[in-house]
């Protein structure tokens, strides 16, 4: 007589007593050129972009989300893309009073526009700061002029430490974007560019390794990089000279000034929610009972026709209570100094138990470590950080 399999318990669904901070992401999707290593939803602008059509696209698509966030407040604003510095001041203070009339901001919102130096000028700088942008997010990338060339950039050293210089004079707090192993780089060019970002004092530094992404032109053509031994010099000298500066290495590419954290990503990385809005835009939300996740559509034209009919989502779910931890780990587990362990219970909805085993396994191969108050990765888990989150990757039940 054969016996029946045990059946896999199912996980319970999330239960919240509170709900997450929330924060509001809106994506400009234009940019004057596709650079060969983006990945992100971003449309070469080959003829002007519908800035008025969008921003009412933008408006809609929040006036529908509403009900989803009715009564919760908003405690930052990002505007990516894309380059949202393309659209002008006005078009950014009306987004800004649509989302004003119909949500509670906090009145210490931190709210950033990220800018390429390609695009800037000292009054459209000023007239952000007037329409309530109060950080601003450079993207630099290197100030080498073969480096920039090679990154497809469509500025040069001079207009980057220009565009800077007009950053300082409007925000107190903004970020510069650097990023390192490009093509033929070596570790001494990668500590210029980095002294050369640290003459401006910014409050933030992001240094990315320049990764060669799926669809993208540099994952079909790769341009020749540095070997793993000298972006890892890289990587070391980088952070050494940013420690030595007064920048603490808070998560696996941010730098900050005492204070100075971004804390809209923040928000992401404590596994807060957000909500998206604009082409391609993603969103996680939590409700008493479950977390779900939506993503809006791609292409920008198909994106402004489907908000201006009430509906710009292509795509969502509930994450299942089986994904929510490995979900919670992604984002956490990027932070340098880990998590408080009671957060995982607050924002995966789930108790710690879930994910003791998996935990356990983390720290006996060195990867975290943790006491009864806290979990972090250690610099071996932070130096081979997907090895470390494929530990918390849901398990398939066998058949």
């Known amino acids: 007589m054969s016996v029946a399999a045990s059946p896999v318990p199912t996980p319970a669904a999330p239960r919240f007593r ?18 060969p290593y983006c990945d992100f939803n971003s449309h070469e602008a080959r003829e002007p972009a519908p800035e008025a059509r969008y921003v009412d696209a933008l408006i809609a698509d929040l006036e529908a989300a509403l009900p989803l966030i009715w009564g919760r407040k908003v405690y930052t604003i990002f505007f990516g893309g894309g380059t949202p510095s393309l659209f002008s001041a006005d078009s950014i203070e009306r987004i800004l009073a649509a989302v004003r009339a119909r949500v509670p901001l906090s009145m210490e919102a931190e709210i950033t526009l990220e ?49 800077i210089e007009i950053a300082q004079s409007s925000f107190d707090n903004f970020n510069l974007d650097l990023m390192y192993g490009l093509p033929a780089q070596t570790p001494v060019e990668a500590l210029a560019d980095l002294e050369t970002a640290l003459g401006f004092a910014p409050s933030h530094l992001s240094a990315y390794h320049l990764t060669l992404e799926p669809n993208t032109y540099f994952h079909r053509y790769p341009p020749e990089l540095p070997d793993d031994d000298a972006s890892a010099e890289m990587q070391d000298v980088i952070e050494a000279r940013l420690a030595g500066a007064g920048y603490r290495h808070y998560e696996t590419s941010a730098f900050a000034l005492p204070g100075r954290q971004a804390r809209h990503n923040m928000n992401y990385w404590t596994f807060a929610d957000y909500l998206g809005i604009g082409a391609g835009a993603h969103s996680k939300l939590s409700f008493p009972d479950r977390i779900a996740r939506q ?39 990027r932070l340098t100094g880990g998590f408080p362990l009671v957060l995982f219970e607050e924002r995966a909805g789930v108790p710690l138990t879930a994910v003791l085993k998996q935990l356990d396994e983390a720290e006996q191969r060195g990867l975290i470590e943790r006491d009864h108050q806290r979990a972090a990765p250690t610099a071996l888990g932070r130096r081979f950080l997907n090895d470390l989150l494929q530990i918390f990757l849901p398990k398939i039940a066998a058949g």
Request: glycine letters at 6%; a positive charge; one cysteine or more.
């Open 18 to 35: 509170a709900l997450p901070p929330l924060s509001l992401y809106i994506h400009i999707p234009w940019c004057v050129r596709k650079c």
């Open 295 to 333: 993503m809006r559509y791609k292409q920008p034209r198909q994106y402004m026709e489907s908000a201006a009919s009430g509906n710009a989502i292509q795509e969502q779910h509930d994450v299942s209570s089986g994904e929510v931890g490995f979900e919670f780990m992604m984002n956490a587990l």
């Open 115 to 163: 800018a390429n130096p390609g695009t800037v000028e000292a009054e459209k700088f000023r007239a952000f700061r007037a329409a309530g942008v109060n950080r601003l997010s450079l993207g630099i990338q290197s100030f080498n002029p073969t480096h920039l060339k090679a990154l497809g950039r469509i500025h040069d050293d001079v207009e980057a430490r220009r565009a």
